[in-house]
């Protein structure tokens, strides 16, 4: 640790020194851009948007899309521990109602229907943008929470550039990133290349297991360390872009990616070390080709993708005399061929239309080579989908969306959305925005198939949405100010949950009903004054979802209470500070209790208590010629606080990590 204070505290000292033998003033850090943007768009009435400040994508690149997430919106990620599997809860819904796309084609997994946050860097994404609840079905349906949205996009006013990242952190932790762009304004290359690996040994308190102080009577909690807990990831994206004409773009982009990681025993495991061995391998392969072509009567766009995954679990244990013993050895294969061809066009200023046809077959195949038990599978989806927005005057905005889905050639309940933006004063972006739609979302594979206690009777899950909001927004000067405050209202039947059998494994089951209600506050506030630049960002949300259903067997508690690991109350907030050639950045998340029974009992230990994260950094950047190089100290968990986000799954104390930036 002592090896990363004086690396850090070096380079520091060199910025200025080396500068002053360029030039006489200090160098500034790169400019805040404080533009107004538009938030009165007649694609965007009624729903609610997010887009993830390009700023915040970059400070944060050697981070995983999971922290990100958790730290800058209000998506609840539920992590399994650092380096480990990460979902996301949207509005108080299930992983599954999350959907995720990559350069237009999904990438939720047709399988698990959902997407492991924690295995994307956010360094291979250029823009990043959620659809909360219902707008979401402009993409597809069954994103009852919403969904994310990754892109790539090409920097055509770049004929060369190259970026290298280096991190060295506690554990045993290294990430290395690294990006080379050529081409001019016809043509374009992007290639980025990625390794991360850490021991992820840390230390924590055990609060799994006690042991009894014979003298006082208390139980005493052991200090424990994380082990089997190693990660490793690399991968590449490479990117090509291909201007013919003024009127059409072609691109390929590739995204390929290994992953090998260990998974800790539970906390509450007391048997002997080193006895048992928990791993998982993935290998993933995603790709898509598109063709835009901007038209005299429209834009018309052709896009088809490729989204593969292999993905190999180990468990076994040491039993005397044997040796080694392999208790499960599941391999799974899934893919995913996707297909769309839309359409758009602007019927004068104030009237425009859409419209997609989605094509897509997924193919599951997994089988535990111990048990012999698994399942292949197919799935054909087929999607129409019309929208149709209308500008009327400077103050009301109409967006009606239409889809019909059908699924292995059955129609699926039709999904209307309407939505009205309203301009509450004229000549300011004072928004009232309200949208009613319906959502509709299928059993995953797993869900109906899986061995031995899918459910092939299991219904569908049907939605409907209510919600209602203000957006406002000012920019005066060098400062820009941007708030917004969103209720909403889901009811959803047949909401699918996996619970305990009398087989001693989990099958899933429909519950009769969902209710799930909220409020989203926003702010963003930023500017700069002279050479000091400031940005203030934050989020909250209040989540409520009950379960509604009536009991299912004598003495369900469940009835009424909040659904396991939902927090009622969650929040971030994040300060940048910049001073010519140095800068600051505070991180603050925040979460209530979470309950992981069904009953919400507090007398019981299986509750979580609220927990709040402060994270700092502070770091330099300076140039030489064309070389600019920074420099960043961060502290995570900065008052060392213990916690968990999955019982049994304890997350690290205090840990640091220095980030070296070289651009040219």
Same mark, same amino acid.
């Given at each position: 640790?002592?090896?990363?204070?004086?690396?850090?505290?070096?380079?520091?000292?060199?910025?200025?020194?080396?500068?002053?033998?360029?030039?006489?003033?200090?160098?500034?850090?790169?400019?805040?851009?404080?533009?107004?943007?538009?938030?009165?768009?007649?694609?965007?009435?009624?729903?609610?948007?997010?887009?993830?400040?390009?700023?915040?994508?970059?400070?944060?690149?050697?981070?995983?899309?999971?922290?990100?997430?958790?730290?800058?919106?209000?998506?609840?990620?539920?992590?399994?521990?650092?380096?480990?599997?990460?979902?996301?809860?949207?509005?108080?819904?299930?992983?599954?109602?999350?959907?995720?796309?990559?350069?237009?084609?999904?990438?939720?997994?047709?399988?698990?229907?959902?997407?492991?946050?924690?295995?994307?860097?956010?360094?291979?994404?250029?823009?990043?943008?959620?659809?909360?609840?219902?707008?979401?079905?402009?993409?597809?349906?069954?994103?009852?929470?919403?969904?994310?949205?990754?892109?790539?996009?090409?920097?055509?006013?770049?004929?060369?550039?190259?970026?290298?990242?280096?991190?060295?952190?506690?554990?045993?932790?290294?990430?290395?990133?690294?990006?080379?762009?050529?081409?001019?304004?016809?043509?374009?290359?992007?290639?980025?290349?990625?390794?991360?690996?850490?021991?992820?040994?840390?230390?924590?308190?055990?609060?799994?297991?006690?042991?009894?102080?014979?003298?006082?009577?208390?139980?005493?909690?052991?200090?424990?360390?994380?082990?089997?807990?190693?990660?490793?990831?690399?991968?590449?994206?490479?990117?090509?872009?291909?201007?013919?004409?003024?009127?059409?773009?072609?691109?390929?982009?590739?995204?390929?990616?290994?992953?090998?990681?260990?998974?800790?025993?539970?906390?509450?495991?007391?048997?002997?070390?080193?006895?048992?061995?928990?791993?998982?391998?993935?290998?993933?392969?995603?790709?898509?080709?598109?063709?835009?072509?901007?038209?005299?009567?429209?834009?018309?766009?052709?896009?088809?993708?490729?989204?593969?995954?292999?993905?190999?679990?180990?468990?076994?244990?040491? +039993?005397? $005399? %044997? &040796?080694?013993?392999?208790?499960?050895?599941? /391999? *799974?294969?899934?893919?995913? !061929?996707?297909?769309?061809?839309?359409?758009?066009?602007?019927?004068?200023?104030?009237?425009?239309?859409?419209?997609?046809?989605?094509?897509?077959?997924?193919?599951?195949?997994?089988?535990?080579? +111990?048990? $012999? %038990? &698994?399942?292949?599978?197919?799935?054909?989806? /087929? *999607?129409?989908?019309?929208? !149709?927005?209308?500008?009327?005057?400077?103050?009301?905005?109409?967006?009606?969306?239409?889809?019909?889905?059908?699924?292995?050639?059955?129609?699926?309940?039709?999904?209307?959305?309407?939505?009205?933006?309203?301009? %509450?004063?004229?000549?300011?972006?004072?928004?009232?925005?309200?949208?009613?739609?319906?959502?509709?979302?299928?059993?995953?594979?797993?869900?109906?198939?899986?061995?031995?206690?899918?459910?092939?009777?299991?219904?569908?899950?049907?939605?409907?949405?209510?919600?209602?909001?203000?957006?406002?927004?000012?920019?005066?000067?060098?400062?820009?100010?941007?708030?917004?405050?969103?209720?909403?209202?889901?009811?959803?039947?047949?909401?699918?949950?996996?619970?305990?059998?009398?087989?001693?494994?989990?099958?899933?089951?429909?519950?009769?009903?969902?209710?799930?209600?909220?409020?989203?506050?926003?702010?963003?506030?930023?500017?700069?004054?002279?050479?000091?630049?400031?940005?203030?960002?934050?989020?909250?949300?209040?989540?409520?979802?009950?379960?509604?259903?009536?009991?299912?067997?004598?003495?369900?508690?469940?009835?009424?209470?909040?659904?396991?690991?939902?927090?009622?109350?969650?929040?971030?907030?994040?300060?940048?500070?910049?001073?010519?050639?140095?800068?600051?950045?505070?991180?603050?998340?925040?979460?209530?209790?979470?309950?992981?029974?069904?009953?919400?009992?507090?007398?019981?230990?299986?509750?979580?208590?609220?927990?709040?994260?402060?994270?700092?950094?502070?770091?330099?950047?300076?140039?030489?010629?064309?070389?600019?190089?920074?420099?960043?100290?961060?502290?995570?968990?900065?008052?060392?606080?213990?916690?968990?986000?999955?019982?049994?799954?304890?997350?690290?104390?205090?840990?640091?990590?220095?980030?070296?930036?070289?651009?040219?």
């Amino acid at each position: 640790m002592k090896r990363i204070w004086f690396i850090f505290a070096g380079l520091l000292v060199a910025a200025p020194l080396l500068s002053q033998g360029i030039r006489d003033s200090l160098f500034t850090i790169e400019a805040v851009e404080v533009t107004g943007q538009r938030s009165f768009i007649k694609e965007e009435a009624g729903g609610k948007y997010t887009v993830v400040d390009t700023s915040i994508l970059k400070e944060k690149a050697s981070l995983s899309l999971s922290e990100l997430l958790s730290e800058n919106t209000s998506v609840f990620i539920k992590s399994n521990g650092r380096g480990a599997m990460a979902t996301a809860s949207f509005r108080g819904t299930a992983a599954s109602h999350t959907q995720v796309s990559w350069n237009g084609i999904s990438i939720s997994s047709p399988m698990l229907g959902m997407v492991d946050f924690s295995l994307i860097p956010v360094y291979i994404i250029d823009n990043l943008s959620l659809k909360h609840g219902a707008a979401s079905i402009s993409d597809r349906g069954g994103g009852i929470g919403g969904s994310i949205n990754i892109e790539n996009r090409p920097q055509w006013e770049e004929k060369f550039a190259l970026s290298y990242i280096q991190g060295v952190g506690s554990y045993g932790t290294f990430d290395e990133y690294l990006q080379l762009g050529l081409g001019n304004t016809k043509i374009k290359s992007s290639t980025r290349l990625y390794h991360n690996q850490s021991q992820n040994d840390y230390t924590f308190i055990n609060r799994g297991i006690g042991n009894l102080d014979p003298e006082t009577g208390e139980v005493e909690n052991p200090l424990d360390t994380n082990k089997n807990g190693s990660y490793l990831r690399y991968g590449l994206v490479q990117e090509l872009y291909v201007r013919p004409h003024k009127d059409h773009l072609l691109s390929l982009v590739y995204w390929g990616q290994f992953g090998q990681r260990a998974i800790p025993w539970p906390t509450s495991y007391e048997g002997p070390d080193n006895a048992n061995l928990n791993k998982q391998d993935q290998a993933s392969h995603k790709v898509v080709a598109r063709w835009k072509y901007y038209a005299p009567v429209g834009k018309f766009e052709l896009r088809s993708g490729y989204s593969g995954i292999q993905m190999d679990y180990l468990q076994e244990r040491k +039993v005397p $005399g %044997l &040796g080694t013993v392999p208790d499960i050895y599941s /391999v *799974s294969d899934q893919n995913s !061929f996707l297909n769309t061809l839309s359409y758009e066009r602007e019927l004068g200023s104030r009237f425009s239309v859409e419209g997609k046809l989605d094509v897509n077959h997924h193919e599951v195949s997994t089988i535990d080579t +111990v048990s $012999g %038990l &698994g399942y292949q599978e197919q799935r054909n989806e /087929v *999607s129409l989908f019309a929208a !149709f927005r209308k500008s009327f005057g400077e103050r009301l905005n109409m967006n009606l969306m239409l889809r019909q889905e059908w699924v292995d050639g059955r129609a699926v309940p039709f999904i209307p959305f309407l939505g009205v933006d309203y301009r %509450l004063l004229k000549g300011e972006e004072l928004i009232l925005k309200a949208s009613v739609a319906r959502n509709y979302h299928q059993p995953t594979l797993n869900d109906l198939y899986w061995q031995p206690n899918g459910n092939p009777d299991l219904l569908p899950e049907e939605g409907f949405t209510m919600e209602a909001g203000l957006e406002y927004q000012k920019s005066f000067r060098n400062q820009q100010v941007k708030t917004g405050l969103t209720w909403y209202r889901s009811d959803i039947e047949n909401w699918i949950m996996w619970i305990p059998s009398t087989r001693m494994n989990l099958e899933p089951i429909n519950i009769e009903e969902v209710l799930s209600t909220g409020l989203e506050y926003d702010l963003s506030f930023r500017g700069e004054l002279q050479n000091f630049s400031y940005g203030i960002t934050g989020t909250y949300a209040y989540t409520s979802s009950e379960n509604r259903g009536d009991p299912l067997v004598w003495g369900d508690e469940s009835t009424g209470k909040q659904l396991v690991y939902i927090p009622l109350h969650s929040g971030n907030m994040m300060l940048n500070l910049g001073l010519h050639n140095y800068f600051f950045t505070y991180q603050f998340n925040a979460y209530s209790e979470r309950f992981t029974t069904s009953s919400n009992d507090l007398s019981r230990r299986d509750w979580l208590y609220p927990y709040f994260m402060n994270d700092v950094s502070v770091g330099g950047e300076f140039r030489i010629k064309k070389v600019r190089l920074s420099a960043e100290f961060k502290v995570y968990n900065l008052f060392n606080e213990s916690y968990h986000s999955v019982l049994y799954r304890p997350m690290p104390g205090r840990n640091y990590m220095v980030v070296i930036k070289f651009n040219l």
